[in-house]
């Protein structure tokens, strides 16, 4: 709901986007009426109370309120998604909200953590993350998989197979456990801003994922973009590689300009695209994977992009030829539309599906003023105001995964089933064929609910030294309740919801106090609702 | 089945029936909630068509070539706009060449299957049961793909404050064919697809033959009733897609897939597109309910490589048609109500680019197939555009002739007896163009 992107349907470029040709029937004219959010929600406590056993309608008067971001606005007429879905009455701390939202799982290490630092002192060390020591983790990743450090000449002779097995787990690994969460959780992000379809990339992935994405994920975003642009993953995936100037191929010029930049509605035009993809002839990929500008594919005609004219050139320039394209990366990162656009996607990954306009503003200003420091953006994003008053956010499959692995301290020696779970889960990692990368929607997601239960059921019941393992003795240690205390510290930051905790423990108590049993609960608190969200 | 469709039964008694019934079931409950209250005030139909076809909606993903699909082998500037990619008339001695549909329009064989033509969707097309229509797609002329589906799926373009579906509206517009169905809409797809945002009783399922929370069959009613206590608070969507989740586990357990047997020697592809289409035919045999179901296909944005004789999109179109082909044998020509429909984003340039592919352009083909299609034909609006540069929009892009709202909005109509295509299709008054029989 209020998508302020794409509110001025006017500046939306030459597109022209006219709305519709024919006059639109009065009579027709849809009384598609307000309010509808609340009425979607209001719909579905009604089915709820005549369907199901009076249990626990006090959690949902309980949910604290969302405000509305600007006063006195009403919800936008038209049918809403629920998407501010306001958090938990037990989740009271700000501290633990922003554990939640920089890492991929709360864990008790990182609530203690937060309790010793304090707010602003453990974001601070987040986003400062080449100073938090993870040799631990990187020389695990070394060993067993050991294909990621690798040059792109030897990844193209090493099987494909392999090299696809070891970046998908090598992955789910370090988002587990890395102790630089925060980067994980940006690396996530820039992952999908900039995403390639491994299949049609292959290994080339590797070094994209590394040199690109992983080493830029908290830096700056021109350095980000520029070493995109210059990425022989990114050419061969959006078919840069196969442009040449008697015949431009327009696709790396769309989506560079619709998706990493200025986004759709940014205020570009389709004889722009057609520009671009001009200018960027030449840029090319060799070899095994080795990005080159090939003067000889350039087309030295004049062009315009966005109101800028290059003058014609010629090829005696030979290498100079790629300055065009750079001048036009250079006009990208610093176009206000790029600024609003990175601002808004970022807030919407950080801190609510619906970022108001003071906010956006608030973070677009950020960017401009550090040339789009990525921390300096973060910083502005996840301020004690904002953030313990934002709505809850639905992990998406991968982050419950990872958080599931995280909550249960699972023992991975081996990331292959994970890895296949994830696609059973639905988001098996680069497997997004489409260059917009996996939705961040709450309505996209939420309706696969149920293979999340099928991968709690299977992943409570891990105990395989060569593997993965849960290991149950300290839940088995006690009785029933201090089984689901514990959960709740280890899940749940110590803020589980009194319905999952009279649910767990109800389901606990009905059977033998054994390992089946203690695992069979495990698998409900992961599969619970409260676990869904971050 | 049939008598569960009202196929054979007369119908205004059939109709009243399931309204009575409707309206029983509902008193237990109450009327909001069957339907959402964000619903403007819909017409609920007392005169039914005959039957009330189930809708199996396929999006094309990628913006399909419709110039390599329903080949205009007639228009010369055809061949002189793709010199490389070009299917060769069906007069020509080529083995590659394609299949005459009107005299103007072909199928390249990827469509028909192989080289006699007789496989694929030229049976459907032959029996008059498979419509083209070329020169459609959508009058917004966005050309991001993301733009394009989301217009297409919504239902209406350029609108940030509309986010159900057109098939999700449908389906909360009309009471179930079946009052007790649990299962009304489903997406093969692990998120639910924009097209079906705001159906009830509908869920995304990748694999339908793999739905099960797995562990101990023994406990598994005690996990159920914990997961319906612990997700009975939780706001929408989370609450109904739990719940119904819940339920469909015992309904999908009950059904055989690895058993089934499909009618008239039908052979689906091992393709993901022909294993989502085998799925819905055994959910729809099974006679649970299902009134939608949408299935996506994707490979279609051809910008280098194109090669629709025998490489990439060769391979796109033969999974399309012989999956589609396999359906329409399985359950079509069985004489089940079923309509199908499919569509894409936009068409692509007129003239190939310079990696043997075509960027994204303008209009394309879309398909309706099903007994009450008035199918066999290529239908164009008026006059075949053109693909002279004088007659391309912005000197590019086959014109879009036909919204593809005016086709769907038919089929609402008259084969799935909605009524209320003002809350289907917001703002848009269609023009019936004789797509129904």
């Known amino acids: ?534 | 089945m049939d008598d569960q469709h009202g196929i054979d039964c007369g119908c205004e008694e059939y109709n009243e029936l399931s309204r009575r019934q409707f309206i029983t079931a509902s008193a237990g409950v109450s009327a909001a909630a069957f339907f959402p209250a964000w619903l403007p005030k819909i017409v609920m139909s007392n005169h039914y068509a005959s039957n009330r076809d189930i809708i199996v909606s396929v999006f094309m993903r990628g913006g399909a070539d419709g110039l390599s699909i329903a080949v205009p082998f007639a228009d010369p500037n055809y061949y002189t706009s793709r010199s490389t990619i070009a299917i060769p008339r069906p007069d020509s001695s080529a083995a590659t060449k394609g299949i005459n549909l009107d005299g103007f329009f072909m199928f390249p064989q990827a469509m028909t299957g192989n080289a006699a033509g007789t496989g694929g969707l030229m049976p459907a097309y032959t029996a008059t049961d498979l419509l083209i229509v070329q020169a459609t797609g959508q009058l917004n002329n966005s050309r991001s793909h993301f733009d394009a589906q989301r217009y297409m799926e919504v239902g209406k373009p350029v609108d940030p404050n509309l986010v159900t579906g057109w098939l999700g509206r449908h389906l909360a517009s009309m009471p179930p064919i079946k009052s007790d169905a649990l299962l009304r809409g489903i997406g093969i797809s692990n998120g639910l697809q924009k097209t079906l945002v705001g159906a009830p009783k509908t869920l995304p399922i990748a694999d339908p033959t793999k739905f099960s929370i797995g562990g101990s069959d023994a406990t598994q009613p005690q996990r159920i009733a914990f997961l319906q206590g612990d997700y009975a608070a939780a706001e929408e969507p989370m609450h109904s897609s739990a719940l119904d989740a819940t339920n469909t586990v015992a309904l999908l357990k009950s059904v055989n897939f690895t058993g089934y047997v499909p009618a008239n020697g039908a052979v689906y592809p091992n393709s993901s597109f022909g294993r989502a289409l085998r799925s819905v035919a055994v959910l729809i045999k099974n006679d649970i309910g299902i009134e939608a179901a949408q299935v996506d296909i994707g490979g279609w944005d051809t910008h280098s490589g194109q090669d629709p004789l025998a490489g990439s999109m060769f391979n796109t179109m033969r999974d399309f048609s012989n999956s589609l082909g396999a359906f329409y044998a399985d359950v079509i020509a069985t004489g089940l109500s079923v309509t199908v429909v499919a569509i894409s984003e936009f068409g692509r340039n007129v003239r190939e680019n310079g990696s043997q592919g075509t960027d994204h352009g303008r209009g394309t083909t879309m398909l309706a197939m099903g007994k009450g299609i008035k199918g066999g034909r290529v239908l164009v609006k008026g006059a075949w555009p053109g693909l002279a540069r004088e007659n391309l929009e912005q000197g590019q892009d086959l014109k879009v002739t036909v919204d593809y709202r005016d086709i769907l909005a038919e089929i609402v109509q008259n084969r799935l007896a909605n009524p209320n295509l003002g809350v289907v299709f917001p703002t848009w008054t269609p023009t019936m163009l004789g797509v129904t029989r």
């Open chain 1, 1 to 534: 709901m209020r998508m302020t992107t794409r509110s001025g349907a006017a500046v939306s470029g030459n597109d022209e986007r006219q709305d519709e040709v024919s006059a639109p029937d009065a009579e027709q004219e849809p009384a598609l009426t307000r309010p509808s959010r609340r009425s979607f929600v209001f719909f579905g406590a009604l089915a709820a109370a005549a369907v199901l056993p009076g249990r626990g309608s006090a959690q949902a008067v309980r949910r604290k309120r969302i405000a509305p971001d600007s006063p006195g606005t009403e919800p936008l007429a038209g049918i809403q998604p629920n998407e501010m879905v306001g958090a938990f009455a037990e989740w009271d701390s700000g501290a633990t909200r922003l554990v939640r939202r920089v890492t991929l799982g709360i864990t008790p290490a990182e609530v203690q953590r937060v309790n010793s630092m304090g707010y602003q002192g453990y974001l601070n060390y987040q986003l400062n993350s080449s100073r938090i020591d993870d040799t631990a983790v990187e020389n695990t990743i070394a060993a067993k998989w050991p294909l990621m450090s690798q040059s792109s000449d030897t990844l193209f002779s090493a099987d494909a197979g392999q090299v696809q097995n070891q970046l998908r787990e090598s992955t789910i690994y370090r988002s587990a456990f890395s102790q630089r969460q925060l980067h994980q959780r940006m690396a996530e992000f820039w992952s999908d801003h900039f995403n390639q379809d491994l299949d049609k990339v292959g290994y080339l992935l590797v070094g994209d994922q590394r040199d690109v994405v992983r080493k830029n994920a908290l830096g700056k975003f021109a350095d980000l973009l520029k070493a995109s642009a210059h990425s022989a993953s990114m050419m061969v995936y959006l078919d840069q590689n196969a442009s040449r100037n008697t015949a431009p191929n327009q696709n790396y010029a769309r989506e560079i300009m619709e998706l990493h930049t200025l986004g759709v509605d940014g205020g570009y035009s389709q004889n722009d695209v057609a520009e671009l993809s001009r200018v960027l002839t030449g840029w090319t990929v060799i070899g095994r994977g080795q990005f080159v500008f090939r003067p000889e594919l350039h087309d030295w005609g004049s062009k315009t992009v966005l109101g800028v004219t290059i003058p014609a050139g010629s090829p005696s320039l030979g290498q100079d030829g790629i300055k065009e394209g750079e001048q036009m990366l250079d006009l990208l990162i610093s176009h206000p539309s790029t600024a609003r656009f990175i601002a808004t996607k970022m807030l919407k990954w950080l801190l609510t599906p619906s970022p108001s306009e003071t906010q956006i503003a608030a973070v677009a200003s950020a960017y401009r003023a550090t040339n789009g420091d990525i921390k300096a953006m973060v910083r502005a994003i996840l301020n004690e105001t904002w953030l313990p008053a934002s709505p809850m956010k639905l992990k998406r499959p991968f982050h419950f995964l990872v958080s599931a692995m995280r909550s249960t301290n699972a023992n991975v020696t081996s990331a292959t089933t994970l890895s296949n779970s994830l696609t059973n889960l639905g988001q098996q990692l680069f497997a997004w064929d489409t260059p917009d990368g996996y939705p961040d929607k709450i309505e996209y997601w939420a309706g696969n609910v149920l293979p999340r239960w099928s991968f709690a059921t299977t992943m409570s019941n891990f105990n395989s030294t060569t593997t993965v393992a849960v290991d149950t003795t300290a839940y088995r240690a006690g009785s029933p309740d201090a089984a689901v205390d514990l959960m709740d510290q280890n899940f749940f930051g110590g803020e589980m919801p009194l319905v999952t905790r009279n649910g767990l423990l109800s389901y606990l108590k009905a059977g033998t106090f054994n390992d089946t049993r203690v695992r069979e609960t495990i698998a409900l608190a992961i599969s619970a609702n409260a676990f869904q969200w971050y």
